[in-house]
């Protein structure tokens, strides 16, 4: 199975020319990692977009070794509409955006995003054929609590509702970050980061024969000197990558740890 690394750049860098230059940098030294079997991926915001759109057109295959993604798709409408401030799926179509990200943590938490809004989003990526980055991952409360797995099964019925409601194809792939990781420093063992993809492979495959084969990445403070231990574990597809993204060289880094 191929392997996700995945650039959540978030609200970052500060300028134009810093994200110009980031790019750049990753379109120059890409092919020169040889990452086979290594799918690259970065989301930049909304304002940066097309500037990064426009450095990785300059790559050399005619299968992009980096895939553009969003951070984020309005719920409101597929296409067009009085929506202030909101990006349709449509509209990222137009800008050769392959994927996006629905029901980070962030999202969740500053702006009360539930269930039924990420539905919506989904169904609107799914519309205009956009892949779904989900995020799913339980507070650092739950985890005392033990009840990790409550909570994933709970935000996975949104996949559940999906498919439940359509029988056509969704390009998909389930992003597990604890949220108590994300951006801490703090890191769950890989044992505990196994057991969990292996709890989400099985909630899956109980949904739906055609989600047996859904790449399930961690995220949560991923940085070159423990990428290799998650790449080493087998229920692990790839990485959703935070901080770590911002530097060209560290990103290949934890790439090029699930080369082999």
């Not at 800008?95 to 962030?106: A, Q, R």
């Not at 993809?197 to 949904?207: D, P």
């Not at 231990?229 to 087998?234: E, T």
């Amino acid at each position: 199975m191929t392997a996700w690394v995945i650039g959540n750049w978030k609200l970052n860098p500060t300028s134009l020319l810093e994200v110009k230059t980031l790019a750049q940098q990753l379109v120059q030294n890409v092919y020169q990692a040889k990452l086979d079997d290594v799918q690259l991926m970065v989301a930049p915001s909304f304002v940066h977009l097309s500037a990064v759109q426009s450095e990785l057109s300059h790559q050399e295959d005619t299968e992009p070794a980096i895939l553009l993604a969003s951070q984020d798709v309005s719920a409101m409408s597929a296409d067009i509409g009085a929506y202030t401030g909101e990006v349709s799926a449509n509209q990222l179509v137009d800008m050769d955006v392959d994927w996006v990200i629905v029901g980070h943590s962030e999202r969740r938490q500053y702006f009360d995003e539930d269930n039924d809004l990420l539905l919506q989003k989904i169904r609107n990526a799914q519309a205009k054929e956009l892949g779904v980055i989900f995020c799913i991952g339980e507070s650092e409360a739950d985890y005392q609590a033990e009840i990790t797995e409550k909570v994933l099964a709970e935000q996975l019925q949104v996949i559940y509702s999906v498919f439940e409601q359509t029988s056509s194809d969704i390009k998909l792939i389930i992003a597990y970050e604890p949220v108590w990781a994300i951006g801490t420093g703090r890191v769950p063992s890989t044992s505990d980061v196994d057991s969990v993809h292996k709890f989400i492979r099985q909630q899956l495959a109980n949904m739906d024969a055609k989600l047996q084969d859904v790449p399930i990445i961690y995220g949560g403070s991923v940085k070159p000197d423990n990428a290799k231990a998650f790449s080493s574990l087998p229920s692990v597809n790839g990485v959703l990558v935070g901080g770590a993204a911002l530097d060209a060289d560290s990103f290949l880094a934890i790439a090029q740890s699930f080369v082999e």
